[in-house]
Every structure is written in structure tokens, then in C-alpha cells.
């Protein structure tokens, strides 16, 4: 029960578990204390080193091995990184196809429902009516962003339902965790105060109108699950570096993709702070203040944020609007050519085979 006892202890604080491993299957003296209710056993004094200037010299307590900074653990990481970045845009180019084609069949459907609504009596004080026109009000970018922030809400509500153990184990990142990959995902849905829930989605929702117009509900969402595994590989591999292992949770990374991404793309337009909204500045100094802050938060060991994260996130959104959308979305029409040759062959899709896209 010590051992055990012990063990959570270190995983439940940040510890770094090649700091709370043992030896011959016994903890040091140390921790014996800490794990049980005995009195620790008077081990024999520690011989004085014979040799001539060594005698009055005091025993220097033994130190715990220090962690060892195993970049090779970061191959995976890296292979998960670029795998499921490459996935998503794939995916979001058939999506993107999928909705070119049925654009004709929605718009005979929005006609016929249309038609059936006039037709219909009208009802006062119906819900799901209020529901349709609030939905039918919000921009293309807020109703694409609403997806997300839904989810980071049902994973704050599974922290106290779910088992500490599994939430741990796969909605925190940290280089130092037998799970790698898929926390590297799952740990950006993820936050553990309302207050750092809110204050995310609230940025998110306020740059997804612009976001989502420059390039589109599908590219967005790609850009921004590429920029929250990104950022969780910038951490990873800042903390292996420094070894400073510990977890980490939340959005922030893949955010600042997305604030990164419209301040470059659009520098002079005017900013402000919610609660002090009568000081305005341009996108281009807020973003050069951000990506300062971090960088100095790096460089003096800050621990409060992930910084890493936010600079890794807020470097993929300036690569990205620059490069990466001539690079990657621009150069997407082979791929979508394959997908429209596999359906066309299989006989999917309205027309069937051999229907025009």
C-alpha cells in the first residue's frame, strides 16, 4: 500500500516519474516517511572517505538521477504531428467536394421546405422556431467555431465524472506520459477552470467571422486541429529540452493559430480589450506583443502558461497564411481529382457514374 500510495502521489503532483522510480524495488529513505506511518530505520552513518584533505569534509546527501531527456520519444510525436495534419486537410478537401455536389439537391430542398412552410400554419412562441432564427442570424465563422466550443465544454463537465485517472492519462500533455499522441488532441478540448474556459472560447468566437472568411469553414477547421497538435509538439519538445516535464491543457495554442493567422493577414485592423474597450491598437502590435510575452516567458522560465505551446501555435498560423496555404490548400486538386475517380468508379454521389463534379 506504500508503494502504491507513493506512485499516485508522484503522477497526481506534475512529478516526473523517472524522478519517483526505485531501486531493487524499495523507495529511498527519503520518501519512507511520506508513504507509511513507521518510523523510519536508523541506517548506520555513512563512512568518512579515507584519503589525506578529505577528513573533515561533511557526507553529501545522495542525489535523485536526473531525468533523462529522451528525444527519441519524440518520434512518435512528431510522425502523429505530421500524419494528422496532412489527415486533416485531406479530409477537409472531400468535405469541401462532398459539398460542392449536394449545393444543387440543398438548394431544391430549401425551396420544397420554403413551400411547405408557407403552407403551414404559423405557430406563436415556438421554441425550436426561436432556436432556427438566433442559428440562422450567426455568421459562417460562429457557426463553425459553436462545433468546438461545444466539445471544450462537454470535456470540462467530464472532469469530475469521469475517473482522474483516465482524464490525467489522456487530456493533459506531457512529454513524460506513457500516452503521447492522442492526448496531444484531445489535451487542447481540454480545460480544468471556467474562468480559462471562457476566456478561450470568448477569443475564439470573436476571430472565427473573420478566420472563416478568409479561408472557408473546411480549411479553418484543418488549419485549426493542425495548429492544436502543432502546439502541443512545440511543448513537447520545449520541455524534453529543458526537461521541465509537467502537464499541460487547453486551447491556447491552437487560438493563437487563428489570432496569428488574421493579424498577419489583416495588420492594420483595430483591437481592443473587452474590459477596457476604449484603447484600441492595430492586429499587428497586439500579435508582436503576444508572440514577446511568450518568447520571454520561455526564455526567464515562466511556468504559469504553456508558453511553448502559444509560440509553436502563433508561428504554424504566420507560416501558414504566408506559405503554407499556396503550399498545402492550393496544390489540393490531385488529391480531390483521386477522390472524385473513386467515386465516380464506385458509383457514389448524385449523377452515379461518370457524374460531373
Not at 40 to 64: D, F, I
Not at 208 to 231: D, I, K, N, P, W
Not at 259 to 288: D, Q, S, Y
Amino acid at each position: 500500500m506504500a508503494w502504491r500510495s507513493c506512485s499516485v502521489l508522484c503522477r497526481l503532483i506534475g512529478g516526473d516519474p523517472f524522478l519517483c522510480s526505485v531501486k531493487g524495488g524499495r523507495w529511498p529513505g527519503g520518501f519512507q516517511q511520506r508513504c507509511s506511518f513507521k518510523k523510519a530505520s536508523r541506517t548506520p552513518e555513512p563512512k568518512q572517505p579515507e584519503g589525506p584533505g578529505l577528513q573533515n569534509q561533511a557526507p553529501c546527501p545522495p542525489r535523485p538521477p536526473a531525468a533523462p531527456r529522451a528525444f527519441s520519444r519524440l518520434v512518435r510525436p512528431f510522425l502523429f504531428t505530421v500524419g494528422f495534419s496532412g489527415c486533416s486537410f485531406g479530409a477537409a478537401a472531400i468535405w469541401q467536394y462532398e459539398s460542392l455536389k449536394s449545393r444543387v439537391q440543398s438548394y431544391f430542398d430549401e425551396l420544397q421546405a420554403d413551400w411547405l412552410q408557407k403552407l403551414r400554419p404559423q405557430k406563436r412562441g415556438d421554441v425550436r422556431k426561436e432556436i432556427n432564427q438566433w442559428w440562422n442570424s450567426l455568421t459562417e465563422g460562429q457557426k463553425t467555431v459553436a462545433g468546438i466550443i461545444v466539445a471544450n465544454v462537454l470535456v470540462f463537465c467530464a472532469w469530475p465524472l469521469v475517473p482522474l485517472p483516465i482524464m490525467l492519462r489522456y487530456f493533459t500533455s506531457n512529454p513524460a506520459s506513457s500516452a503521447l499522441c492522442v492526448p496531444m488532441l484531445l489535451s487542447t478540448f481540454s480545460h480544468m477552470s471556467l474562468f480559462h474556459l471562457a476566456a478561450n472560447m470568448y477569443v475564439l468566437w470573436s476571430f472565427s467571422s473573420s478566420a472563416v472568411s478568409m479561408l472557408g469553414r473546411e480549411q479553418f477547421l484543418a488549419v485549426y486541429l493542425s495548429a492544436a497538435v502543432t502546439s502541443s509538439f512545440s511543448s513537447y519538445l520545449w520541455k524534453t529540452a529543458t526537461g521541465r516535464y509537467g502537464p499541460s491543457v487547453g486551447a491556447s495554442g491552437a487560438i493563437m493559430a487563428v489570432l496569428a493567422l488574421v493579424c498577419t493577414k489583416m495588420p492594420e485592423a483595430k483591437l481592443a480589450i473587452i474590459f477596457l474597450p476604449m484603447f484600441t491598437f492595430t492586429a499587428a502590435n497586439a500579435l508582436k506583443a503576444i508572440v514577446a510575452m511568450d518568447t520571454a516567458g520561455l526564455l526567464l522560465g515562466w511556468r504559469f502558461f504553456d508558453h511553448a505551446a502559444h509560440v509553436g501555435g502563433a508561428l504554424f498560423g504566420i507560416w501558414y497564411i504566408l506559405f503554407g496555404h499556396e503550399l498545402i490548400w492550393k496544390n489540393r486538386e490531385p488529391f480531390v481529382k483521386l477522390w472524385h475517380d473513386l467515386r465516380t468508379r464506385s458509383g457514389g454521389g448524385p449523377g452515379g457514374p461518370g457524374g460531373a463534379v
